[in-house]
């Protein structure tokens, strides 16, 4: 009476697991998103946009890109964490998002905790930026004058929380001058003020900066990197400047919801790799001057908690709040 219950009890779980198996294994097989959760014209969306059609045809369905804009990036993370974990929402992340989880304080997400991280894409290091006219010709003339005149000398940003602003801060508590934070809504604000003198620096990005450096807009002073970078080859980083503890890098990578398949995880972690090599990806990234710096979902989870960590502790040290 019991032995074909004993019996058909396995083969339905058996079935069950091969059906669920033969699911994933046939991903995808309709339409992926990726969000852009910042408006068009951005790091972030050209990266997005970049890496689609590759990722498209690798993957013989549509990859589109899709702007949620709002909240500094928050409503399309928040989007991201909350949709179905299969494969078909993705999230274009980066360092905001990590800044985010300590900056603000009611998000509706954890950053650490409600995504799966796929893979890194690239990177690109900050740098110390003064107006093309400015008397500063290094580090050591601008902090000795701001040591000797605290408070006289400001320092723009694109708003308060952002990589450029806790640079800066950053920049201050390593060399213990006392410079004004000026906020301004964009960059194209922030950094007509540097080149106009209003304010007197920025902790500018590299890829924005080379345009108005090679026009002699500005002048870099250093790199907030532990090495050069190639396409400043002359620039010296803060550490050979007599200032060392800032390495403040712009890193950008892709995530999906918590609890995504690691059969998914891992094709899409390939498939982003192979999508890397593409001419179109390399050329847009080769015309942004940003560093390829593929990682694998092991390392970019590890990657994206320790820039938490950091960002975290910056955030404190210098006492930033939201309202500033």
Aim: glycine share 8%.
């Amino acid at each position: 009476m019991f032995g074909p219950r004993l019996v058909a009890w396995p083969l339905v779980l058996s079935v069950t697991m091969t059906s669920g198996v033969s699911s994933y294994a046939q991903y995808p097989t309709r339409v992926i998103q990726i969000i852009a959760p910042v408006p068009p014209g951005g790091n972030v969306d050209l990266l997005a946009r970049a890496i689609a059609p590759s990722m498209s045809e690798i993957l013989g369905q549509p990859v589109i890109v899709v702007n949620k804009t709002g909240a500094s990036g928050n409503l399309g993370a928040e989007f991201v964490a909350k949709a179905a974990p299969d494969g078909y929402t993705l999230l274009l992340t980066g360092s905001f998002i990590a800044i985010g989880a300590s900056f603000y304080k009611n998000l509706d997400y954890d950053v650490r905790r409600d995504f799966t991280k796929i893979a890194r894409l690239v990177s690109s290091p900050n740098l110390i930026v003064v107006s093309g006219t400015s008397p500063f010709k290094s580090i050591a003339e601008l902090v000795a004058f701001a040591r000797a005149n605290p408070g006289k000398l400001n320092f723009a940003s694109i708003g308060v929380g952002t990589s450029i602003h806790l640079c800066g801060e950053l920049f201050k508590l390593r060399t213990a001058v006392d410079i004004v934070h000026i906020p301004y809504r964009a960059y194209p604000d922030a950094i007509t003020s540097v080149i106009r003198g209003d304010t007197q620096l920025i902790c500018d990005s590299l890829p924005v900066s080379l345009a108005n450096i090679g026009a002699g807009k500005t002048r870099p002073l250093a790199i907030a990197d532990r090495v050069r970078s190639p396409a400043l080859p002359d620039v010296p980083t803060l550490a050979e400047v007599g200032v060392p503890g800032i390495e403040i890098r712009a890193w950008f990578g892709v995530a999906g919801p918590a609890g995504l398949p690691a059969t998914i995880t891992e094709r899409l972690q390939q498939v982003i790799g192979e999508a890397m090599k593409s001419p179109g990806f390399v050329k847009m990234i080769t015309t942004m001057a940003m560093d390829p710096g593929f990682q694998t979902s092991a390392e970019f989870t590890e990657y994206f908690n320790s820039e938490i960590d950091k960002w975290a502790a910056i955030i404190k040290a210098a006492n930033v709040k939201p309202d500033q």
